[in-house]
T-cell receptor
């Protein structure tokens, strides 16, 4: 079993749709969680951190469920510019080991 | 932009050769992590350097080695290159009060023939 697993993609959605990505992690001692966005042939860029209380940034909402070892990202009112690969990231042991999921590809169509 | 720079941007090597990749961290950051990203995969953690010491390592063989300098810039060295080493190599810097948030450079694309 992979340490971080994400929904297989790709997701193809129309503009304005709501889309949700899921991610599970295997190490119950994992400490920090993030979502990164990666555009084609570019470096990953931080989208948002994920906290136990949940957090929201505009159209993006991230949730963490430590009991189920599950992280989610919700994108509301999808834009064409949201088309990218979304990477779930887990940090263990004070950030010494960072584990990325394989990513979920999102295509938003007009 | 993150302020993290990497060089070179692209590199072609042949099997068995050695390569050195370079990374300059964002101002104020004391930690650099290196990742290998194969096509269609997420980045795989190679190792992390904090204040010139290796601070954690992923599942990569010893022919992957690194160095961090007093100005916190870093090098990744790969010896005895194999075809499977062809990938995008990313470095990320962190620190300066937000220790765990990592900011990535644009990467170096390595092709091993």
């Amino acid at each position: 079993r992979k340490e971080v697993e994400q929904d297989p993609g790709p997701f193809n959605v129309p503009e304005g749709a709501t889309v949700a990505f899921n991610c599970t992690y295997s190490n119950s001692a994992s400490q920090s969680f993030f979502w990164y966005r990666q555009d084609c042939r570019k470096e990953p860029k931080l989208l948002m951190s994920v906290y136990s209380s949940g957090n929201e940034d505009g159209r993006f909402t991230a949730q963490l469920n430590r009991a189920s070892q599950y992280i989610s990202l919700l994108i509301r009112d999808s834009k064409l510019s949201d088309s990218a690969t979304y990477l779930c990231v887990v940090l263990n042991t004070g950030g010494f080991k960072t584990i990325f999921g394989a990513g979920t590809r999102l295509f938003v169509k007009a | 932009e993150t302020g993290v720079t990497q060089s070179p941007t692209h590199l072609i090597k042949t099997r068995g050769q050695q390569v050195t990749l370079r990374c300059s961290s964002q101002s104020g950051h004391n930690t650099v992590s290196w990742y290998q990203q194969a096509l269609g995969q997420g980045p795989q953690f190679i190792f992390q350097y904090y204040r010139e010491e290796e601070n954690g390592r992923g599942n990569f063989p010893p022919r992957f080695s690194g160095l961090q300098f007093p100005n916190y810039s870093s090098e990744l060295n790969v010896n005895a290159l194999e075809l499977d080493d062809s990938a995008l190599y990313l470095c990320a810097s962190s620190g300066g009060g937000t220790q765990e948030t990592q900011y990535f450079g644009p990467g170096t694309r390595l092709l091993v023939l």
